[in-house]
């Protein structure tokens, strides 16, 4: 339910200023983001930030494929019909994994461990069992925490033997909507019954934490379309919801024009369904973490929240708390102090170049002191709601923050910045404001 004030529009907690959310934001999963990236070999530089790595790191690994490909979907991936690609798609992966292992000072311990895709359960799970080996022989593990994303289409019982035999405890499942004709509309048609198996599966294979992946903003997605999907959410148990608006971009994702634009929700009601997204689940007793992320009280990500250690990643918002992301597989992205580098998008060209002992890093920004600088600010704003600006980039930043301070949505005080209550829409806005590559003509998604 809306109300007025002050010539502007409320839902739920949020107030609706369209003005502050016309201009297209990215998302911040690191700084510089991976528009600044640029192409050409970093071999060199993945090389000796791999060497310089000391104590604690996390792994992500990405299996690029998946069984059925959704329309809406922007990931680096590929359909898993072709038994022959996935094979040696998995030995390039397991090689590097060497290669990378006998980089590594004896010091580095891994202590997370992320599967993501595409769909890593596109893969055979026997298939999965070798990858964790080949993990287990060539790096030096710490009790690691083993998190997956899954396909609920088509994870099988083998699956739920393989978790609990590896340990995974965490999950992640795309969900994105329980309703058939929305479903049918981005081409993800999953009955409410397969879901309810995966759950159930999952918790029987010892997955403490199960989180949902939901979209709004979907073509013939309504209020109550939307409301009936957080609350058979909250009935399954859900430890953790990602709550993402769907971004339409054709230009950049060919397969989404097999959706219906004129079907879609305009960027009002997109801005209601959030945040009446974020008052039903906060009522049902989920903690917001974020802009778009929520978790049980007793859940990892909730406590880091409210314990001031809630970090960002390429993963989105994290506990984990590693100083070194190390991305391996195809179009992986690795994350180091003084480097972003992502590996050839490809699966070919990734599979030529691990073939000839080669890293595949062939993408990627060098960060410079202003950039940590500035990267600092604006993880700090997103993951705890405060930052510390610098005297020069509070001097620079004043008269875009001037629009935001006007209505209530951040306060300064000296040359400390603090979000408001109620201004988690506008908050990637705000970080925007201290973007020193903002001025090009990148494409980014809506801020809601």
């Known amino acids: 339910m809306s109300a007025e004030v002050r010539g502007s529009e409320s839902f739920g907690d949020w107030t609706y200023y369209p003005e502050l959310l016309a201009t297209p934001v990215p998302r911040y999963t690191s700084y510089p983001t991976a528009a600044e990236f640029v192409e050409?070999?970093?071999?060199?530089?993945?090389?000796?930030a791999l060497q310089g790595v000391r104590g604690a790191a996390s792994l992500y690994i990405h299996i690029p494929y998946c069984q059925?490909?959704?329309?809406?979907?922007?990931?680096?991936?590929?359909?898993?019909?072709?038994?022959?690609?996935?094979?040696a798609y998995l030995e390039a992966l397991h090689h590097e994994i060497e290669l990378v292992g006998q980089m590594l000072d004896p010091s580095v311990r891994i202590n997370r461990i992320a599967f993501g895709g595409g769909s890593p359960n596109?893969?055979?799970?026997?298939?999965?069992?070798?990858?964790?080996?080949?993990?287990?022989?060539?790096?030096?593990?710490e009790q690691p925490v083993l998190s997956i994303e899954l396909d609920p289409r088509s994870i099988t019982p083998d699956w739920f033997l393989a978790?609990?035999?590896?340990?995974?405890?965490?999950?992640s499942m795309g969900v994105q909507t329980f309703d058939p004709t929305v479903q049918a509309a981005i081409g993800r048609v999953q009955p409410i019954a397969m879901i309810e198996r995966a759950v159930d599966g999952l918790r029987k294979a010892g997955v403490d934490s199960i989180n949902f992946d939901l979209m709004y903003g979907l073509p013939f997605q309504t209020d109550a379309v939307l409301a009936?999907?957080?609350?058979?959410?909250?009935?399954?148990?859900?430890?953790?919801?990602?709550?993402?608006?769907?971004a339409h971009v054709?230009?950049?994702?060919?397969?989404?024009?097999?959706?219906?634009?004129?079907?879609?929700?305009?960027?009002?009601?997109?801005?209601?369904?959030?945040?009446?997204?974020?008052?039903?689940?906060?009522?049902?007793?989920?903690?917001?973490?974020?802009?778009?992320?929520?978790?049980?009280?007793?859940?990892?990500?909730?406590?880091?929240?409210?314990?001031?250690?809630?970090?960002?990643?390429?993963?989105?918002?994290?506990?984990?708390?590693?100083?070194?992301?190390?991305?391996?597989?195809?179009?992986?992205?690795?994350?180091?102090?003084?480097?972003?580098v992502q590996n050839e998008k490809n699966a070919g060209r990734y599979r030529m170049l691990v073939g000839a002992n080669l890293l595949p890093g062939r993408k990627g920004v060098i960060r410079t002191p202003e950039d940590r600088r500035r990267g600092r600010i604006i993880t700090d704003l997103l993951c705890k709601g405060v930052a510390e600006i610098d005297r020069d980039l509070m001097i620079g930043a004043r008269e875009r923050l001037e629009p935001f301070v006007a209505r209530g949505l951040v306060r300064v005080e000296g040359e400390r910045l603090m979000l408001a209550h109620g201004s988690e829409p506008y908050a990637r806005s705000v970080a925007a404001?201290?973007?020193?590559?903002?001025?090009g003509a990148h494409q980014f998604s809506s801020a809601v």
């Not at 050409?40 to 000796?48: G, H, I, K, V, Y």
């Not at 059925?68 to 094979?87: D, F, M, P, Q, V």
């Not at 590693?322 to 972003?340: M, Q, T």
């Open 40 to 48: 050409e070999s970093f071999e060199d530089a993945q090389r000796a």
């Open 122 to 141: 596109a893969i055979k799970p026997t298939d999965f069992v070798r990858l964790v080996d080949t993990l287990t022989l060539n790096l030096r593990m």
């Open 68 to 87: 059925e490909i959704c329309w809406y979907c922007g990931c680096n991936t590929g359909a898993a019909n072709k038994r022959h690609r996935l094979t």
């Open 250 to 340: 054709p230009h950049m994702i060919p397969r989404q024009r097999r959706i219906d634009a004129s079907e879609l929700p305009d960027q009002r009601a997109r801005f209601r369904m959030a945040a009446e997204g974020n008052v039903r689940l906060v009522e049902a007793g989920y903690q917001a973490v974020g802009f778009d992320h929520f978790a049980l009280p007793g859940d990892d990500l909730a406590r880091a929240a409210r314990e001031g250690r809630l970090n960002r990643n390429f993963q989105g918002f994290t506990d984990d708390e590693a100083p070194v992301l190390i991305g391996l597989g195809a179009s992986s992205i690795s994350e180091f102090d003084g480097l972003f």
């Open 228 to 246: 009936e999907t957080l609350d058979r959410t909250v009935a399954m148990g859900a430890d953790r919801v990602a709550l993402f608006g769907y």
């Open 163 to 171: 978790l609990r035999g590896i340990g995974v405890i965490k999950a």
């Open 433 to 439: 404001v201290f973007d020193a590559y903002r001025i």
